[in-house]
């Protein structure tokens, strides 16, 4: 057994790669002729954005455990089928599910005030009918963790953290912590709840939920996010020297173990059938909008690529393209990291050639970066790509990558990516908000970003040498 098993490896060492990364392998002009016609034919295709509208308007939102989460995933299925895709499969993901009841807030003194709030993923409830209890502010995480352990017995710890407003979502991260692991830090601290200004940019009076670090279960204490302009009420409120108290009232339900699925459709290499390159978005959303820029749009820009290619080259590419619409991504990346712990497991991790997630919105595309552990004999590659997608004011961009959410747990097992940077800057507007919805979304950007995923999507597949 042993003996073969290794007969086996050396077999393969001897035979499979053909083209050893050590040169430097030309894109062919066909290949760059190709990309380029593609480029252009995608311009003037809606597919994508077609696709969005029925996701959002005939599904709807897509959280995990909702029966929208099942249509969405029969819808999938049934449009990568109908969209002439090789291979259409879904791989069961398990996971613990987690939904709101009721969320409400009001501000009882100084003066009674209805607030716009939403629930943390997985935020605990609070007692039934819903607790009264006096606000203490906090301008950061930082300053809620400076104060005591236990000396916000009977408060609701508030934190007013505002997100910056930036083209790369580069804000996001330093204000996430809050939403994030707000609730331990509030439970350390002796609060009976958390309160947090939303993880957003707007001025809407929309709260945005997101998930918290907690993967079972709920969270150390019930955990809310208020609009922004209610954050700012409530400030505005300390500022003139009141001491506010407000009723919270949070109902939340974990439904235990449930099963969500990734929904993969494949155009099957012609030459390296084995070799896997992967585009794709998430095909879950939070529960408050119909997920049209988180994710849908993503969802649908890959789905539309993929069928791109497939309908218009006269060959397939030489390599598998798999478009995988990941399952469960708000609530953790779950469906991304069983489908790389599956792929670690079975070995086929080292076919993974290279990929990049569409989950950053429905903004034009400006810039192709790349990941550090990508050849130098395969830079002039990603050099190409972005030189063709030059016409639709792509540039170069230096910088690392793990090519999007879902792509991380790919990313840390060595597989390289790019990213397909999209102007974020309104991004955290819609961001998790009942305000993500199609009507936001521009046609022409649609467009745009399919012409770039297919440049980067078929050269990719196309190009013979490796890339690790
Ligand atoms: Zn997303």
Redesign the pocket.
């Known amino acids: 057994m042993k003996i073969t098993k290794i007969m086996a490896v050396a077999a393969f060492l001897f035979t499979a790669p053909t083209i050893a990364s050590s040169e430097i392998i030309p894109v062919s002009k066909e290949t760059k002729e190709m990309a380029a016609s593609l480029r252009d034919i995608a311009i003037k295709d809606d597919n994508a954005y077609e696709l969005l509208k029925s996701l959002t308007t005939e599904v709807g939102a897509r959280h995990p455990g909702t029966p929208g989460e099942k249509a969405g995933i029969e819808w999938g299925v049934k449009q990568l089928q109908a969209l002439g895709f090789d291979k259409v499969y879904t791989e069961d993901v398990k996971m613990n599910g987690w939904i709101r009841l009721v969320e409400t807030a009001e501000i009882l003194v100084p003066s009674y005030q209805k607030m716009i709030i939403t629930a943390l993923g997985r935020s605990k409830s609070t007692p039934e009918g819903g607790l009264e209890a006096q606000i203490v502010h906090f301008e950061s995480y930082a300053d809620l963790e400076k104060t005591a352990d236990g000396s916000l017995k009977g408060k609701i710890a508030f934190i007013s953290n505002r997100m910056e407003r930036l083209k790369n979502g580069g804000g996001y991260g330093p204000a996430n912590i809050a939403r994030s692991k707000g609730h331990e830090l509030a439970a350390q601290k002796g609060a009976e709840a958390l309160l947090i200004r939303s993880i957003g940019t707007d001025d809407h009076r929309n709260p945005h939920t997101g998930a918290t670090n907690v993967a079972m279960g709920y969270t150390k204490v019930p955990a809310v996010a208020l609009s922004n302009p209610d954050a700012d009420q409530l400030v505005r409120l300390i500022a003139y020297g009141h001491h506010p108290k407000i009723r919270l009232n949070i109902q939340t339900k974990d439904l235990g173990a449930i099963v969500t699925k990734n929904v993969i459709g494949e155009i099957t290499g012609r030459e390296l059938p084995e070799e896997i390159v992967v585009i794709g978005g ?1 095909l879950d959303s939070w529960d408050l909008g119909t997920g049209a820029v ?2 849908g749009a ?1 969802v649908t820009i890959a789905m539309a690529t993929g069928a791109l290619i497939k309908n218009n080259t006269k060959m397939r590419p030489r390599r598998t393209i798999r478009v995988i619409l990941w399952g469960a ?2 609530l953790g990346l779950i469906g991304a990291r069983a489908y790389a712990k599956a792929r670690k497991a079975d070995g086929t991790i080292a076919k993974h050639i290279i990929g990049s997630e569409s ?1 950053f919105g429905a903004g034009p595309v400006y810039g192709l970066q790349s990941s550090d552990n990508i050849s130098t004999n395969a830079i002039h590659v990603i050099d190409t790509m972005a030189g063709i997608m030059g016409e639709l004011g792509v540039t170069r961009r230096s910088g690392n990558t793990s090519g999007g ?1 879902d792509m991380i747990p790919l990313a840390v097992l060595g597989v390289p990516a790019v990213n397909l940077m999209q102007d974020g800057t309104d991004y955290f507007d819609l961001h998790h908000t009942p305000d993500d919805t199609f009507d936001k979304v521009n046609p022409k950007h649609m467009r745009q970003n399919v012409a770039a995923w297919s440049v980067f999507a078929y050269i990719a597949a196309e190009w013979p040498g490796s890339f690790k």
């Open positions: 998430h988180d994710d993503g991504e708000e989950d959410p």
